[in-house]
C-alpha cells in the first residue's frame, strides 16, 4: 500500500452554547500499512447529526463523549481499497461510524456491507439508515396504526420527514411542522404529509388547534419546548409521545424549564417514552427491507441537503442548528 495522507477533524475544544468553527481543527495523518484482517477504506460521504452535539459536552451522557485532540465520529459509507481481511475487496462498499475523515483503517467487526443497488449510497445515511431506522423504530414503538392522526415536529428533518412518509404509509392523517416555506412546501408535495404548517407564522398550540381541533393520537417528537407543550395541550386520552429529540435545547447552557401542562400525562393517561435506536439494531435487517422495499417502488423518498468536501463538514454540522438542511444533511468527501 504507497502511504495514504487524510485528512480529519477533531474536536479542538467543548462549545458553550451554539457550537462555532474555533471548536473544530484539521488534521492531517498518514495511515500505516495494513496488518492481516485490516481494512483501508476511502469514505465517499458523512453524517452530520443533531446528537452530536450532546457528545460534544463534558460528563457522562448515552453515547461516548468525544473527546479533545481526538477525531469525531460519526455514520460514513465508503469504499474499500485495500483489504488484507477475510470477507472484503477492493470496491466494496461499507458503512460504518468512522465519519469525519477521508480514509481510515478498520478491523471487519466495525463495517458493514451493503449493496450497490440502492443509490444514492447516501441513503444508507439517510431514509434507509440510522436515521430512517430511528423513524421507523419510533413508529413501532408508539404502535402506530391506520386512522389515527400523528403530529412530527422538526419534520422536514431527517427523521421527521422519513417517519411522516412512514406513517402516511400506514394509514395515518399525518401532520408536521417545520421552519419555513419551502420545507412546508417539501412534506406536502414531496412526502405526502396532509398537513404542514410553519411553527415561525404563530405559537403551534394556536396552528395546531385549527388543524387538529379534535386532537391527536400520536406526537412524535424531535424538538421539544414550544411542540411538546402544545401537543401535551391536544393529546387525546391514552395518546402517546415518542420521544426521540429536543433539538430546541440542546445548545443551551443551563436547563431549560419543563412544559408547563406535564401533568396532563397524568389526566389522560398518556404514555411517553425516550428512543434511542441503538436499541433497534437487531431490527435493522427488518426495516431495511420493509423501507427498501418501499423506496425502489419510489413510495419513500430519500431527501438530503449535500455538502461538498471535508472542508465544509463543521459549516454543516452547524447550519443544522440554523435549520440549513431539507431532509437529511450530507457531506459528499469523495
Known amino acids: 500500500m504507497t502511504q495514504i495522507i487524510s485528512r480529519e477533524i477533531h474536536l479542538a475544544s467543548r462549545p458553550h452554547g451554539l457550537p462555532a468553527a474555533a471548536n473544530f481543527t484539521m488534521v492531517q495523518t498518514s495511515l500505516a500499512p495494513l496488518n492481516d484482517q485490516e481494512v483501508l477504506v476511502r469514505n465517499l460521504f458523512m453524517s452530520v447529526d443533531p446528537y452530536m452535539r450532546g457528545r460534544m459536552n463534558e460528563g457522562k451522557s448515552y453515547v461516548p463523549q468525544f473527546e479533545i485532540g481526538k477525531p469525531l465520529e460519526g455514520g460514513a459509507v465508503g469504499e474499500v481499497i485495500e483489504s488484507r481481511a477475510t470477507g472484503f475487496k477492493p470496491g466494496d462498499i461499507v458503512t460504518s461510524g468512522l465519519g469525519w475523515r477521508e480514509y481510515f483503517i478498520a478491523a471487519p467487526q466495525e463495517l458493514q456491507p451493503v449493496s450497490s443497488?440502492?443509490?444514492?449510497?447516501?441513503?444508507?445515511?439517510?431514509?434507509?439508515?440510522?436515521?430512517?431506522?430511528?423513524?421507523?423504530?419510533?413508529?413501532?414503538?408508539?404502535?402506530?396504526?391506520?386512522?389515527?392522526?400523528?403530529?412530527?415536529?422538526?419534520?422536514?428533518?431527517?427523521?421527521?420527514?422519513?417517519?411522516?412518509?412512514?406513517?402516511?404509509?400506514?394509514?395515518?392523517?399525518?401532520?408536521?411542522?417545520?421552519?419555513?416555506?419551502?420545507?412546508?412546501?417539501?412534506?406536502?408535495?414531496?412526502?405526502?404529509?396532509?398537513?404542514?404548517?410553519?411553527?415561525?407564522?404563530?405559537?403551534?398550540?394556536?396552528?395546531?388547534?385549527?388543524?387538529?381541533?379534535?386532537?391527536?393520537?400520536?406526537?412524535?417528537?424531535?424538538?421539544?419546548?414550544?411542540?411538546?407543550?402544545?401537543?401535551?395541550?391536544?393529546?387525546?386520552?391514552?395518546?402517546?409521545?415518542?420521544?426521540?429529540?429536543?433539538?430546541?435545547?440542546?445548545?443551551?447552557?443551563?436547563?431549560?424549564?419543563?412544559?408547563?401542562?406535564?401533568?396532563?400525562?397524568?389526566?389522560?393517561?398518556?404514555?411517553?417514552?425516550?428512543?434511542?435506536?441503538?436499541?433497534?439494531?437487531?431490527?435493522?435487517?427488518?426495516?431495511?427491507?420493509?423501507?427498501?422495499?418501499?423506496?425502489?417502488a419510489g413510495k419513500l423518498k430519500h431527501k438530503e441537503t449535500v455538502v461538498e468536501g471535508i472542508d465544509h463538514a463543521v459549516a454543516a454540522f452547524i447550519g443544522l442548528f440554523h435549520g440549513q438542511n431539507v431532509g437529511k444533511m450530507i457531506v459528499k468527501l469523495a
Open 117 to 296: 443497488e440502492f443509490q444514492p449510497l447516501s441513503v444508507y445515511l439517510g431514509a434507509l439508515g440510522m436515521t430512517g431506522l430511528t423513524a421507523w423504530a419510533g413508529l413501532q414503538q408508539g404502535e402506530v396504526k391506520a386512522g389515527e392522526t400523528i403530529y412530527i415536529s422538526g419534520a422536514a428533518g431527517a427523521v421527521g420527514s422519513v417517519a411522516g412518509q412512514l406513517a402516511k404509509l400506514r394509514g395515518c392523517l399525518v401532520i408536521g411542522s417545520a421552519g419555513s416555506a419551502e420545507k412546508v412546501a417539501f412534506l406536502r408535495e414531496e412526502c405526502g404529509f396532509d398537513v404542514a404548517f410553519n411553527y415561525k407564522d404563530g405559537p403551534v398550540l394556536e396552528q395546531l388547534k385549527l388543524i387538529a381541533p379534535d386532537g391527536i393520537d400520536v406526537y412524535f417528537d424531535n424538538v421539544g419546548g414550544e411542540s411538546l407543550e402544545a401537543a401535551l395541550a391536544l393529546l387525546r386520552l391514552h395518546g402517546r409521545i415518542i420521544a426521540c429529540g429536543g433539538i430546541s435545547a440542546y445548545n443551551a447552557e443551563r436547563p431549560l424549564p419543563g412544559p408547563v401542562n406535564l401533568f396532563n400525562i397524568t389526566t389522560k393517561r398518556l404514555t411517553m417514552k425516550g428512543l434511542m435506536v441503538f436499541d433497534w439494531l437487531d431490527r435493522q435487517a427488518e426495516f431495511r427491507q420493509e423501507a427498501g422495499g418501499y423506496f425502489k
